[in-house]
């Protein structure tokens, strides 16, 4: 994410977002009511009768929406920003919808009523993990393999492979080739320079791929970390997370870190040690100055009650993580209410 222009005196902020994960984090700033400015397409008003003809062409103009709406599909490469024309030279007070793409091209200023710590604190990481490396994974056994990137908002799928094999063996050493070489140019047409390789799964298949790798191609499997893991699929790359293998590599991202906290969450409910969960008792927590870190998923932070929480904790000087619904760990947290605290002391 690139800041363009910054202006907390008058509540606007510009920014380019750069790549997919800074869409994310744009989604989770900014909010209904807030007006963001962008240049967009909408069909030219005709001059003689105001009436769009069906062949009218798109032109490219500057348009300010409130926002009613914002919508982020997982690993979407855009963002839908919904809502009525305030600034613009046409359409005052009509609907209009902005996408925002990741083409380092778009531009959006957001204005708000009131910035609040934890968005300003968001474009900061953003800002800050802009050159990050990401990690690729190879996720295999002898019958298939998935391919999926770790970023930011969570674990992206990218590719399945079948080995195409029959029986307990590979029919022959062709069969395996041709296996290895599928996944070699999924790999190759995914991963970027800066991007770390790690390969799980079960057996040995993990260790005969990067063999075959570093024959192929060794510098692409320089320092690739490879790891044993219960099951092939999206479910190995999710345990390997989980695991902490990954987290020399990637030490500053946001998943592993997130993933990290709902399990030493979840540890402590199990053992009734040093944490909570539930608004009610969160809430309770967190007046008593009992809370070490709040956990709150990045649907409750919308609401009312979810800002209020947030207030509390600031209040008490409590530490707090937003934590993102998409990821694995996260759809597990927000199955529980979305609402957690780690605790320095029971109450």
């Known amino acids: 994410m690139k800041v363009i222009f910054k202006d907390l005196d008058h509540n606007e902020i510009k920014l380019m977002p750069e790549n997919l994960d800074d869409i994310w984090h744009l989604y989770n700033i900014i909010r209904e009511g807030d007006l963001v400015r962008a240049v967009t397409y909408r069909t030219d008003e005709q001059k003689d009768d105001k009436i769009r003809s ?6 490219r103009m500057k348009l300010g929406i409130r926002v009613e709406e914002v919508k982020f599909h997982e690993f979407s490469d855009r963002l839908r920003i919904h809502g ?18 990741a083409d380092k091209m778009d531009k959006v200023s957001i204005i708000k009523k009131e910035w609040k710590h934890y968005q300003l604190e968001r474009i900061d990481e953003a800002v800050k993990l802009r050159n990050q490396s990401i990690l690729t994974f190879i996720s295999l056994d002898e019958d298939t393999a998935t391919v999926a990137v770790l970023r930011q908002s969570g674990v992206q799928w990218i590719a399945d492979i079948d080995s195409k094999r029959s029986g307990k063996m590979y029919e022959s050493k062709d069969t395996e080739k041709e296996y290895f ?16 390789l790690v390969i799980v799964g079960p057996g040995f298949a993990k260790e005969h ?8 191609e060794p510098s692409l499997f320089d320092e690739c970390l490879v790891h044993g893991t219960g099951s092939a699929g999206m479910n190995g790359v999710h345990e390997a997370i989980k695991s902490g293998i990954v987290e020399n590599i990637a030490k500053e991202n946001r998943v592993v870190f997130e993933t990290q906290l709902i ?18 008792e969160v809430s309770m927590a967190l007046k008593n100055g009992a809370v070490e870190r709040l956990l709150i998923t990045d649907v409750m932070i919308r609401t009312k009650k979810g800002e209020n929480l ?38």
Do not use: C, W
Not at 181 to 196: A, L, M, P, R
Not at 209 to 216: A, E, M, T, V, W
């Open 54 to 59: 069906k062949k009218s062409e798109k032109k």
């Open 209 to 216: 791929f990067l063999k075959y790798g570093k024959n192929k």
């Open 181 to 196: 070489g599928e996944i070699f140019s999924v790999i190759k047409t995914n991963k970027n320079e800066d991007s770390s």
């Open 263 to 280: 399990e030493k969450l979840f540890e402590e409910i199990k053992k009734s040690g040093l944490a909570t969960y539930g608004e009610k």
């Open 84 to 101: 009525t024309i305030e600034e613009g030279p046409q359409d005052l007070g009509s609907f209009h919808t902005l996408n925002v793409t």
């Open 310 to 347: 947030l207030k509390i904790a600031r209040q008490n000087n409590s530490k707090f993580t937003i934590i993102n619904t998409i990821h694995e760990a996260g759809k597990k947290f927000e199955g529980m209410g979305g609402t957690g605290a780690l605790l320095r002391f029971k109450i």
